[in-house]
């Protein structure tokens, strides 16, 4: 079945500089691969996706990830970071061949200091 | 449409007790999955359903947890004789399929159950 890690529960970074947050990825087959961002009491917010074409996906709110299929990353970036970006991440990823498992990082708290 | 919309917020309960949760889906979504959410951790799916049919249940899903979706539009879902490690946030999302799925499910704000 596939997985996602997040190998780091916390990613601090001051605001205006550049930000990661990693994810990597196992599955059978092509990914389809997921970001998804969380506020306090809120649902899940849909950032961006890689299904086919170009390694480089843009999303919502400036972010944008790479994927790197040799590495089976995923990893979230950000040119400049904003304090209103702090909040929690979620990496997922859905095997092309099974459309109603998609599987879920267990997420990294993103804090932007002033 | 404001997105998918979960009742109660919040839920307090006595071990023992038996609660029900709804999501009322985005109107043209045929799909509509179950996930719970405990803290530190992601996601975890727990049920699915394309229209009123319910396609696939997590191994998650013990027989105290029931879910339906009887008009292919709202959904409920219903945990019996609550424990203490039920207590989670539940989270409902959908998407239109087959296809929408690829673009991502759109999750409301969830319903955190706390079993005292």
């Known amino acids: 079945a596939q997985s996602v890690a997040q190998p780091e529960d916390q990613v601090n970074v001051a605001e205006g500089n550049p930000l990661t947050v990693k994810c990597t990825y196992s599955?059978?087959?092509?990914?389809?691969l997921f970001w998804y961002v969380q506020y306090p009491n809120r649902g899940l917010q849909f950032l961006l996706k890689?299904?086919?074409?170009?390694?480089l996906v843009k999303g919502s709110y400036g972010f944008e990830a790479e994927f790197n299929k040799s590495q089976t990353s995923f990893h979230l970036k950000k040119p400049s970071a904003l304090v209103s970006d702090s909040a929690l991440y979620f990496c997922?990823?859905?095997?092309?061949?099974?459309?109603?498992?998609?599987?879920f990082g267990a997420g990294t708290r993103l804090t932007v200091k002033p | 449409d404001t997105g998918v919309s979960q009742n109660p917020r919040h839920k307090i309960t006595k071990r023992g007790q038996n609660v029900t949760f709804r999501c009322d889906p985005i109107?043209?979504?045929?799909?509509l999955y179950w996930y719970r959410q405990t803290l530190g951790q992601g996601p975890e799916f727990l049920t699915y359903?394309?229209?009123?049919?319910?396609?696939?249940k997590s191994r998650l899903l013990s027989d105290r947890f029931s879910a339906e979706r009887p008009k292919g539009s709202f959904s409920t879902l219903e945990i019996q004789r609550t424990e203490q490690g039920d207590s989670a946030m539940y989270l409902c999302a959908s998407s239109l399929g087959p296809g929408g799925e690829n673009y991502g499910y759109t999750f409301g704000s969830g319903t955190r159950l706390t079993v005292v």
């Open positions: 109107s043209e979504h045929n799909r």
């Open positions: 359903f394309q229209n009123e049919a319910q396609l696939e």
């Open positions: 997922a990823v859905r095997a092309l061949y099974n459309n109603n498992d998609m599987r």
């Open positions: 890689y299904i086919t074409g170009d390694n």
């Open positions: 599955v059978s087959g092509n990914p389809y």
